[in-house]
């Protein structure tokens, strides 16, 4: 069973820049579905970007242009954020499934919730 850990989230004025990674331990990614998802405070969490196993991506409108997901080849998944602004504040989480379908994922019709996941970072951004 792979665990995850993330690291990388810490506070930033507007503007600036951040990333996140993702480390599991146990398995490599190797055939999983991988997320980032983010809840801002009194709010639902929300899927932020998702990556397949053959590198396709998906992302939020929000971040599209300012956020990069990427992996590496083993056991790291990663999450670049430039142009970070105040609604950007939340506990970031990433996340894994070895079964979903991430082209459901992607179109918003996975139908079910990932089921492994880190216990998150907060990323906070001031104006």
């Known amino acids: 069973q792979v665990q995850l850990m993330e690291s990388g989230g810490g506070s930033v004025q507007t503007g600036g820049s951040l990333k996140l990674t993702c480390a599991a331990s146990g398995y490599t990614y190797s055939g999983y579905c991988l997320g980032w998802f983010r809840q801002p405070p009194g709010k639902e969490r929300e899927a932020v970007a998702i990556?397949?196993?053959?590198?396709?991506s998906w992302y939020a409108n929000s971040v599209k242009g300012r956020f990069i997901v990427s992996k590496d080849n083993s056991k790291r998944l990663y999450l670049r954020m430039n142009n970070l602004k105040p609604e950007d504040t939340a506990m970031y989480y990433c996340?894994?499934?070895?079964?979903?379908?991430?082209?459901?994922?992607?179109?918003?019709?996975?139908?079910?919730?990932?089921?492994?996941w880190g216990q998150g970072t907060q990323v906070t951004v001031s104006s």
């Open positions: 996340a894994a499934d070895l079964r979903i379908s991430c082209p459901d994922v992607m179109a918003g019709r996975a139908g079910r919730d990932f089921g492994i």
């Open positions: 990556i397949d196993s053959d590198g396709a």
